[in-house]
């Protein structure tokens, strides 16, 4: 699973960028149906052996913040800013990789040019400029013209007691869990959402939402871990090696209370190690989703991550496996609601 998770995770896909994604998943999949709408969603139906009362949708988004070009100037350097949220912390003196496969770093003001104030504090993107040893605007035209993406440059390893690190772990890790109960033997039938433009404003979703029109929704996601040195209580969110995470509230959703119930019921029946975020913040996909059509039951159910939005997501495989069991589960759960 780890080389799998591996593959999909390398592929370069922010927001507005998915294809690559996209058509990775549409060659690896065995389904009833599959379709791409107009903003780039990747819709699927897999027939299982029953039909559920209940339309149910898995959903799960295929970009991941990355960078876009806006500006070169006379000596090749190029000006960018990003595509989703993103600290600018994370980014300096980091690698990148471009659109057009050609490499290169960021840099800003060498510190001893700095005044007391600049060493203060992190420059923002407007600061920072992507070094590609271009000598000149038109050579690097040619390697990242304006509009152009550029991505992390990031090794993908495992470490520790079964820990992984790597980008893009937000959100392949759902499109990967997605991939395998498509490919499998699903009891009951359902539709699966690989969305687009998650981390710009949930956008895929909404459309997927509409298009899919499901009474049921689950969303698979990763979610903010601070698990870490200086925090305690509820301010550690979540944590690594204690299972799926399935969320009561965030920033954009109350989710539903019966399906809320149902998945830690479902969790402890099976088995599944599974907690919930002590910390009302962030989003996903369920935003969205919720609240298309005529309203939409959601649940989201999510492995917690340390880092989340930078070239060093870490997750545990243990929980990414809890996840896996327990959205298998919840099928067949709702499935006989």
Not at 41 to 49: D, M, P, Q
Not at 329 to 334: C, D, G, I, N, T
């Amino acid at each position: 699973m780890f080389e799998r998770l591996r593959e999909i995770c390398q592929l370069n896909g922010a927001s507005g960028d998915e294809a690559r994604v996209r058509e990775f998943i549409r060659s690896h999949i065995h389904a009833d149906e599959v379709f791409t709408d107009n903003l780039g969603s990747l819709i699927v139906f897999k027939k299982g052996r029953k039909t559920p009362k209940h339309k149910i949708m898995f959903a799960a988004h295929m970009d991941e913040v990355g960078f876009m070009i806006t500006d070169i100037d006379e000596n090749g350097f190029l000006g960018f800013d990003a595509v989703g949220g993103i600290n600018p912390a994370v980014a300096l003196g980091r690698g990148m990789v471009l659109e057009s496969g050609a490499f290169g770093v960021v840099g800003t003001k060498a510190i001893h040019q700095q005044s007391t104030e600049e060493r203060g504090k992190v420059p923002d993107f407007g600061e920072f400029y992507i070094d590609i040893g271009a000598s000149s605007r038109e050579a690097a035209e040619k390697l990242a013209p304006r509009g152009s993406y550029a991505y992390f440059d990031a090794d993908f390893f495992e470490f520790g007691g079964g820990f992984v690190k790597g980008k893009a772990i937000d959100d392949r890790a759902g499109c990967l869990i997605m991939m395998d109960m498509i490919n499998g033997d699903p009891e009951y039938d359902a539709w699966y959402a690989f969305t687009v433009q998650e981390e710009v404003g949930t956008r895929g979703a909404r459309a997927a939402a509409f298009t899919v029109n499901p009474d049921i929704a689950i969303v698979l996601e990763t979610t903010t871990a601070c698990d870490i040195a200086g925090t305690s209580g509820a301010k550690r969110v979540c944590e690594l090696g204690k299972g799926a995470v399935v969320s009561y509230m965030d920033r954009s959703t109350v989710y539903d209370r019966g399906l809320y119930s149902l998945a830690f019921d479902t969790a402890k029946a099976n088995g599944i190690a599974v907690q919930t975020k002590t910390l009302v913040a962030g989003g996903n996909d369920s935003g969205a989703i919720h609240i298309s059509a005529g309203g939409v039951r959601t649940c989201a159910i999510s492995v917690p991550c340390r880092y989340l939005h930078s070239p060093s997501c870490v997750i545990r495989m243990s929980d990414f496996e809890a996840i896996k069991a327990l959205a298998e589960k919840m099928l067949s759960a709702v499935g006989e609601l």
